[in-house]
């Protein structure tokens, strides 16, 4: 059978062999927001002979050194990136015990880790990351083609790349098992690791719809105390970073993660100003504590989102509005345990504007930062921003006609879509 360049674009914009009828809200052929002002087709111009049926890894790495030629890559299993466990990359002069023991502050102090085993830890780290790191080329949609179709144990990495489109996919327990020590982060120090489950660095033309993203069964909140902090052996679930640009993250869920989502990764780095143009909207964070998202530098539409948490303890913030920022955030939802005051729902971490309208907690009607000003006397946040999104793109379309239902519509159309 030929294929028609209708029927490409429409594998390329449909979940294949499981578009379901009853979706909610089914996703528009072309992604709205910042990605739809950058064109992003991803695979759709793909010929007949680059559609690939990925049942295992051998499958997808045969897919992708296709290389930037349009393909369409549909996932029908969940894929383990890192097989065979922390054994199967420690290097033989690294130990745990060991680490802690020559490491701990009350001998060693606050330098950083050097010698025989910090380079070790090294080695092992990367034997881990030339496995567990699944590099996606342009042009490409990757999409998954059956239920639970995705990638655990590892990260996909979309760097130096343009137009991906990243569909109906679950991303889970992206696991470093070799976490660096950074004994001056924070002044008390931290446990920091490298992969996230879906990582954009100069990335730009991205769409990522109908993903779903966790940590699997081994949250960070259930790993031990050592060298006096709980370690941390994942980072984010999704983080947009190095300049990328014109990005669209809808119809997703993030579940029960610390750092969730970073929009630019340094207060240095001054080239990501004018790029980090991102429009998140109908997606659900539940449980996540924190950095959903926290933006530098970007010009970034939270729109239409679901920020939701059973405990207390699982809220943190939802909006980090960190240095240069321009964070525009309007209809979102949060139903939060009672005590977590509107105030709590940003954090400022540098930033100096922040716009918000028609966002509700817990059902009431919501002024965030009318909030957050009473409740910050003498810090500076204000409502002058130099964009608007009704300026770059058509962003009627991205708010609620029904707003009593909003949270009910994005609890049943986050995720992967099935039949």
Known sequence: MTLTRRDLLALASLPALSACASTPHPT?????GWAGVGATTGGARAIPEHIFDV???AGLDAALR???KPKIIRVHAFIDLCPGGVEAFRDPAFDFDAFDRAFDPATWGRDDPKGALEDARKRS???QAEISVVRLPSNTTLIGAAPGAGFEHGMVLLDKVS???VR????????????EWQPRDNDHGEWNSEYDGLSLRTADRVWVDHCHFDDGRRPDKLEPIRLGQRVQHHDGLLDITNQSDLVTVSWCRFQAHDKTMLIGSGDGKTNDEGRLRVTLHHNHFHACKERTPRVRFGRVHVVSNLFSADKVEDFGYSLGVGIRSRLYSEHNRWELPAGITPDRLIRRLKGTAFVDQNS???GQPVDILAAWQAAHPGETLDAELDWRPDESYDAVPLRPTQSDQLAEQIRAGVGPRRG
């Open 168 to 179: 109906d996919l679950r991303f889970s327990d992206a696991y470093d098992h070799f976490p």
């Open 66 to 68: 296709l290389g930037d």
């Open 28 to 32: 528009p052929e072309a992604p709205l």
């Open 360 to 362: 509700r907690l817990n």
């Open 163 to 165: 137009n991906i489109v």
């Open 55 to 57: 049942h295992d890894r």
């Open 125 to 127: 780290a990367r034997r």
